[in-house]
């Protein structure tokens, strides 16, 4: 028997969320695998890359292409001169999808109570109501298209020192909520003051040092600093040590290697101790943090820095295959 219009729709919507569940539980069983030092490294660098997009999107690119270096939907590409190879396969990743429903609610009066009728029984009134959806798209890296080729990076490959360091060094200055001031060289590169609600760092380090440090211990002024009043620390961390530091370290990672300022050589496999014991929502809430807050610091750094600034798809394009600039939130 030939299935109806409705019966054919609600096999197909059927279909997209078992889709839509097979691609968020693959998202899920990655991110404990996400937390070994070596895995750990690169899905920062790919974050430091993706800035824009929700940390689900930017796990789920980083799982289907490791080496991703810039991804878009297939009209977009077509915009920048540069077409997708035949035979390439679509990178998945979630977006939204806003469904609008008409329904009967009850009428309600100025304090939200039932108008009721005549007959005594609630009046009723039409009303549209929107439900929040996902549905698959399609992106594909810039290493499956070929054509016209994009503006480079204009930030040369550094090592001691980085180009435009006063410039980045002021804008990370503006960001921070506290004061900055350099000290005599310590055994520690640099600290953030709970009881001084302020940055202190070591003088006369590498420029990539300096940078590396301040973009840390600002990360910890905005994320993990406790109350002070009458001069003595009040409260206690709302995470351990270890969270703390991880946290802020690869914040730094994440924004100076958007920069192109490598700081690889800092190690990232104390990561697999800190990660072993914890719980799934604990490692997601960690990432999520971090992906957040790194692109909070590399927004305001591009802004205060447009010579430096390098956005070869625009977050404010959104065909259909580039609404992953938005933030998702999905898995929260």
């Known amino acids: 028997m030939r299935k109806t219009a409705a019966a054919r729709n609600a096999d197909a919507l059927a279909e997209r969320q078992e889709q839509v569940k097979a691609l968020t539980e693959k998202l899920e069983n990655g991110v404990k695998a996400i937390f070994e030092s070596e895995d750990y490294a690169r899905y920062l660098a790919a974050m430091s890359k993706f800035h824009h997009y929700s940390f689900g999107n930017c796990m789920l690119i ?27 396969k679509g990178i998945q990743i979630l977006a939204p999808c806003p469904q609008s429903i008409l329904v009967e609610q009850n ?45 480079s990076l204009g930030v040369d490959e550094l090592t001691g020192d980085v180009e435009g360091f006063n410039s980045i060094f002021h804008a990370v200055e503006a960001l921070s909520p506290v004061p900055i001031h350099f000290r005599e060289p310590q055994v520690s590169k640099g600290c953030y003051n709970h009881l001084e609600q302020c940055i202190y760092v070591n003088e006369g380090m590498s420029q990539v040092q300096t940078l590396k440090t301040l973009i840390h211990e600002t990360a910890h002024a905005k994320l993990h600093a406790l109350p002070v009043e009458n001069g003595k620390i009040v409260g206690k961390p709302d995470k351990d040590g270890p969270t ?8 730094a990672y994440v924004v100076c290697q958007h920069f192109g300022i490598d ?11 800190w990660s072993r014991d914890k719980e799934l929502p604990e490692l997601k809430a960690s990432l999520d943090c ?10 305001a750094i591009e802004a205060a820095c ?13 065909d259909e295959a580039t609404l992953f600039h938005q933030e998702l939130q999905m898995v929260k």
């Open 244 to 251: 703390r530091e991880v946290e802020a370290e690869s914040i």
């Open 62 to 88: 980083f799982f289907q292409c490791p080496e991703a270096q810039a991804v878009a939907g297939y009209t977009t590409w077509k915009r920048l001169g540069r077409n997708v190879k035949k035979g390439e």
């Open 290 to 299: 971090i992906s957040t807050t790194a692109a909070e610091m590399i927004d």
């Open 263 to 273: 700081t690889s050589d800092y190690s990232f496999a104390y990561v697999t101790g």
């Open 107 to 151: 009428k309600l009066d100025e304090h939200g109570h039932a108008i009721l009728g005549p007959d005594g029984q609630p009046e009723k009134e039409s009303a549209v109501i929107k439900r929040q959806r996902f549905k698959i798209v399609y992106v594909f890296d810039l290493s499956q298209t070929e054509g016209k080729d994009l503006p």
């Open 306 to 318: 447009p010579a430096i600034a390098y956005t070869p798809i625009k977050a404010h394009q959104k």
